[in-house]
């Protein structure tokens, strides 16, 4: 791989990345109740994440690059990715419905019920999809397992086979933990809300990251984007008809 192309791709990376970090701003907002933000503050948001995701795809493509992940992905494989995508997204509804949602503090029901327009429900599905991907995925996940491969040893395919579910339960954890600043927004951190918040994004990671793991960063991607369209769209308005 030469350097014009690496290069390309970092610039790929970091620009839709970017672009899914602005998108979800309307979204932020509207759950916060704000209407507006102040122009320093969107500036200074919009850096943050430029200079994260320039180190994030910069060393993910150093790690991939040794560890043989991809960023492209086939049709074919797409096409898996989105079915395995909605499947996520159904199957993180259905362990809400059945064994959270009766116990969640009113604030967070209600923060879930918002009618919060389908535009911005839609962006927000851009920054999972892209942006959360290119970090957890693309950099954590492939970092992680660049450094378990180096102690780790053993049989070839079972010391890295190893090391990808150790690295992917870790990511999927980290996952889930980082939803929990949105969620102390809205309510008080107690033990239950802590355990939804890592068993629900906690599975969609482990899932998102073996379709990164066997299909590619793009598969990933769309899985993931996928599972939010469910999760912020099809469910919202599945139960507003019910």
């Not at 620009?15 to 209407?35: F, H, Q, T």
């Not at 996520?88 to 362990?95: E, H, K, N, P, T």
Request: with cysteine; glycine share 10%.
């Amino acid at each position: 791989m030469n350097l014009n192309s690496n290069v390309s791709q970092i610039i790929i990376l970091v620009a839709i990345g970017l672009a899914g970090a602005i998108a979800i701003i309307p979204y932020s907002l509207a759950l916060r109740g704000e209407i507006t933000l102040k122009p320093i503050m969107i500036v200074l948001s919009v850096v943050q994440s430029l200079i994260l995701l320039s180190a994030a795809s910069i060393v993910g493509l150093l790690a991939n690059r040794s560890l043989g992940l991809i960023i492209k992905s086939d049709p074919g494989k797409l096409i898996i990715a989105v079915l395995i995508g909605l499947a996520a997204g159904f199957l993180v509804i259905g362990i809400e419905k059945f064994i959270f949602s009766s116990r969640l503090p009113e604030a967070l029901v209600e923060a879930g019920n918002a009618s919060l327009p389908l535009w911005k429900r839609f962006l927000a599905c851009f920054y999972g999809g892209i942006t959360e991907e290119i970090l957890m995925r693309w950099f954590l996940l492939s970092g992680i397992l660049w450094l378990l491969t180096r102690f780790l040893h053993g049989p070839a395919n079972e010391t890295v086979a190893a090391a990808f579910w150790i690295a992917n339960i870790l990511v999927a954890i980290l996952f889930g933990l980082g939803h929990l600043p949105a969620t102390k927004m809205l309510t008080e951190l107690t033990p239950l809300i802590v355990s939804r918040a890592l068993i629900l994004n906690g599975i969609a990671g482990l899932i998102f990251g073996w379709v990164f793991w066997k299909y590619g960063l793009a598969a990933a991607m769309v899985s993931h984007f996928c599972a939010d369209i469910v999760l912020h769209i099809i469910g919202p308005v599945l139960s507003r008809i019910g």
